[in-house]
Every structure is written in C-alpha cells, then in structure tokens.
C-alpha cells in the first residue's frame, strides 16, 4: 500500500496489552489527545495473565473500575502448599494451608481474572472517559525520531509509518476453546469471550484504518507497549533486554475441571516428584494450570522443555503425574499455551524522553508471582500524568527522566523475587516452609508496593519525614479509615485519592477541639489558596492543580464546618460547596481505639499536624509539619513550572490542542 495520509498527535501508543490500555485510560482522563494501535484484529480474548494485586486494585478504584473487579474478579482466598515426602509411591500431601503471608491486612483482596476482560474493562474506562478506539489490525513499519527537534516543546519530532493490514491477512479468531465429547473427540467453542461486553470490535477481527495502506503519524511522545517482543524496542539504538539467555517453558491451561484434589477452588503451589505445578482458581469456575517441567524431566510424552510444540494432551499427562494420588480431568478447556520466558529487564526505558517502553517490552519473568500485567499497568500510570505534565506546561520535560529513575528499579526488583521464588519453590530436596512462607511474604510485600521510589524530582528527600512517618515518601499512599466531617459515614483515606491528574495535600490538622490548634491551621488557608492557583492544572477537567485535603483528629461532631478557613471548605460561583475535604478521626457516634485513628496510623503527632503531598499517581511525594509550609512551596517551585512560565513556553497550537481527541 501507499502512504496515504499524514496527522499529528500527542502521543502514539503501540500496543493495546494492560500497559498501553492504562495508558490510554490516563490520558483519556487527563484530555491527552493521543492514538493506539494494535496489530492485532481483537482484543485478547482470554488466557494470558490472570494475577491482580492489591495496588492494581486501587489503581482501578481510583479510575472508577473497581465494579468490574466485583463483578467478574475470583477473590483470592486461601493458599494450599503441596508437598512430596520420603515414599516415592505416595504422592502429594498438604503442608499448609491458610491466608498468604501479610495478604490479610491489605484493604482489598487479590482477584484474578483473565486478561481478555482486563482489556475490556480498560477499554469501558478509555470510552467512559471519551477517549479513542484502539485502532486494530496496525502496525508500525518505520519509526524515526528528528534529534534536532527532542528539545522543541512544541514540536513532533516522531515519524511513525503505520500499516493498516487487509482483514484477510489477519490470523483467525479462536481461544483455543473446546470441549470433549462422550466419544472423546474434541468441540470447539466459542469460549468465554463476549462475557465481559458485547461490542464486537473487541472479539471479532477490525481493522480500523483503510485495509491495506500505510499512514505517516507525527507524535510529540510514542510509548511502546509492545510486549516481550516490542517492535518499538528493536527500532532504538542502545537498548538491550539484560538477564538469563535461556527460557523458562510452562505449560498453560485454563480448564474447568473434574477432580478429587481436595484444594481446587484454592490457589496452590505444588511440588511433587514429578515437577512443579501452581495452580489458581478463576472466574466462571476455571482452573489456570501452570505446568513448570523441571530441569532433565523428559518423557516420550513431555518434551515441552526444549519443545514448544508439547501438546495439550501432553501438558496434562504431566499434570496428573504432579497431583498424583489425585485425579485431574476436564470437559471443558477455555485456553491453553505454551509460555516460554526468561528473566530479563531492559537496560533502558526512554529515548530523548520522546519514545518510551514499558510494560513487558522491558521486564518479563516466570508467570510463578502473578506480577507482570500489574507492573505494566503501574509503568504507564506512573508514565502519563508526566506526560500530560510536561504538555499541559505545569511540568518540565526533564520530569520524563523520573520515568526510567523510578521504575527500571521496580523491574529489577521484580527480577530478583521471581528470582528468589523460583529457587525456593523449585528446590527439590525436602521444601522448607518457612522459606516458602517468607518468599510468598515478600510477594505480598512488593504486591502492596511497599518499594519506594529514591528522590527524584518528583520525590521529597525526607527531611522532615517524621512529621508522618507512617507515610513513607516515594511509597503508595497506604490506607486508613476518616469520617466525613459532612454526613458521617467511614471513607476509606485511599478512595479519596481519585486518579484525576491532581496533586494533594493532605492537611493533617491535629486536635482542632483545641483552639490554638485550629487557629494554626486557619492560619494557612490564604497561604494555601494562592499555592492553589500558582501552577496549571494537568487535567483540562480541573480546576486547580492541587485539591486540599484536611483530616483533623477529633469527632466530627466536636468543630463545624464554619469553623474552618474558606481554602479547607471550598466554594465554587457555580457548583457551590465542596462538602467532602473535611475528615475526622471519629464519626462523634462511636470512640475509636487511638491506634485506629488515621494520625496514630500515619504516626503524626495530634498535637502538631502535618502537611503532606500526594502526587497524581498516589505516591508520597513530600511530608513536613505545619510550620514546613515555606519548605514545601520551595519545593514545588523547584520543579513545577509557574502559569506565567508555561505561557511563555507554549505555543498557540499547544494551546488549540488542549482540547480532548
Ligand atoms: P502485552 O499484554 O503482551 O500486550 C502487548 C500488545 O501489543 C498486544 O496487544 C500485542 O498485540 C501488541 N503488539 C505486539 N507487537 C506489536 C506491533 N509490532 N505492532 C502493534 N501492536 C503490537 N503472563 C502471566 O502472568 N501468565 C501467563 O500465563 C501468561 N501467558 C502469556 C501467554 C502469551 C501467549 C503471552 C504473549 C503473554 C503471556 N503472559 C502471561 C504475559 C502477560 O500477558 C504480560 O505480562 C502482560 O500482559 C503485560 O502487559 P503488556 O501490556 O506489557 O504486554
């Protein structure tokens, strides 16, 4: 095909996996105008990556998707740890069962489901917030980037050539869903697919663009969300995925199943004479089987380590020899793979701070911690809001090196626990449990992102840490439990911190019952008001850049809302009050236990307070005392860019732009 036509936009994003929908579902919401292709004819309709953890599960809330967790999600309840012993005729036996390690002190549960409604749902979010379709059956086929130009703001420095393919040349739409008949023979279904939605442009093959023609697109950003297999990452000098250069090969299957093994509707982790198996309760009544074959086991019937075109019969065969004194069975099979990984993370993540990769295209690992789809989707929403900052001019672009800063870490932590799970479940000669309990731990661990970010631009040094030292800076914000100041009823800190492209701060008033107290805090809120109106606000939906939040530590039937200062109570000429920035410790109905209260849990001190600031993505940015408000302005002016200044910076066409899609 010919090149056909030629447009701009903000961003390209390549690949409709969990990364680049995240990607898609943030800038959406920032008003980022932006495109995302998919070479693929669907979305992925089921299989893949099941495991959701607890930050993804806020993160989804924050975007108002918790619903769809709800309603379609398998929680995550106990854990069955399987084991072999002396008598090589015996079989498995359970050693353990109960609550993952620290899992029951999250606020929500771990949930899996596939990725195919990972993606719809996404999508339902991407569309809520009247973002674009992703653009199926495209691919890229040149990409070049006009160095001259990676400093110019208001430049597209990015040519992409993409390929709009002709549907014929698109692979045939099935799951790999079947069933087995009374005679044995096999019947293939339609599978669980249009379970989550029924717009076909998901599960039936589309090509969005004029079928069999290429396109130029100028973009000031490009994020490669690609896969392992990123194309974007192949076109960038210098990046290199570092790590193992050998695979791990696991035999996959989503089965609904029948069985006498005691623990199928739990998740477990099973060593057995014969190889190591996790298995994982699903949605609809499935069973996801990972079928990891050890070093040197080779029968006629599983060659799978060197052979990835090991059956399905022979994924099972190999199964029922793991469970064994048990029996594993099926009539239905919704999907099955062979997936081979390795252990690598890229060297890089951006290029000039115009074309980044995330998600699998720059970490991927064993399937065993359930953690990949998850990182990806923290990679964009931790990549987006920087995006959107440095294009609505509240940011600078140098913010975009905080990118790689932050989360090349984060992957080679991921690394290291897939790393330290895979020696310790794998390890043949007579299984410790406590090591066990200890790897799952640290899984529940970096599931709960209690990995920190090191100051950055964008993270707080700490000085004044203690000033709430249970809000650890460069962490997510963890959760405890306010009452609303208006009507009472117990909120949860966490869902007030709604992924909206704003910046908070979180004003912990201390004991307002007492007067010297409130007058301080008082003493703030012209202070506040101006900081409020400083800088630009990175979504064309807000108002300010920064919402106030204040959480004082009293009843809320002790202080009224009068009693506070106009910026903690704010008034808008035509939506009237906000009645939701005030919380207390206590609802006035019912004493709580002081441990309980969020400042014993935040560890701030009730007679003092504390002045803290969250960034859009949830992360502790800066903690100081009331008395640190000068530091904390200081601090933002030392990366944010003012009003005045970003107009400046702007040009006209930035400004027409700022519109959505
Ligand atoms: P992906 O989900 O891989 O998304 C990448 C997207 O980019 C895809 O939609 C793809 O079609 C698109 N794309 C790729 N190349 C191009 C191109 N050149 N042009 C345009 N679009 C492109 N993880 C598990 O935890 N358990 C599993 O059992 C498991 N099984 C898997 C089986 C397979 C076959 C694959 C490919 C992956 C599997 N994964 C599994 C990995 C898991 O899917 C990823 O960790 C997770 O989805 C990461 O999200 P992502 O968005 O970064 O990448």
Redesign the pocket.
Known sequence: GSSNSDSHVDVLI?????????ASMHLSELGISHRI????GT??LN?????FHVPTVEIWESFGLYNHIEQYGERFGHWGLWTFGEDPEAGIYRQHRGYIPSQDKARHEIVTMN?GMI?AALGDGVRARNGPVVERG???VELTIDESLANDLSSYPITARVYHARKSELPDVWTGAHTVQEDGSLKRERGFIDAFGTDPHEFENHVNGVEGTTETIHAKYVIG????????RRQLPDFKMEGDTSDEV?G?VDIIPSTNFPDIRKTCSILSRAGFLLQISRENGLV?L?VQFPEGYETSETKAKDNEAATLTDILAAARKMYYPYTMDYKYCDWW?I?R?GQRVCNKASHLDRIFL????IH?HS?KG????NV??H?TYSLTWKIAGVLKSQLPPSVLQTYEQERLPIARNLIELDNDMAKVLLARANRDEAEVQRVYKRLSEFSGAISTYKTNMVVGNGARQNAAAGLPIGSRFSNATVYSQADGPATPTQSLLKSNGLWRLIVFAGDVSSHTQLSKVNALGDRLAALQQRYPPLSTRQKHFLEILLFHASPVSAVEFADFHNTFFPKDDILGRNYYTIYGDEDGVDALEKEKRCHAIYRVDETKGALVVVRPDQITAWVGGLDDVGEMEDWLAGFMVGKAEGKRKNSPRDEQDDGVM
């Open positions: 390549v690949g409709a996996g969990p990364a680049g929908m995240m292709i998919d070479h693929r979305r992925t299989g893949r990556a099941d495991g990725q993606e495209t691919k890229p969300t690609d896969g392992a297999h990123s194309w974007v696991f996959v996801r990972y793979t997936y990984v995330a998600g699998d295209a991927t399937p359930g953690q990949g789809m990806s989707q990679d």
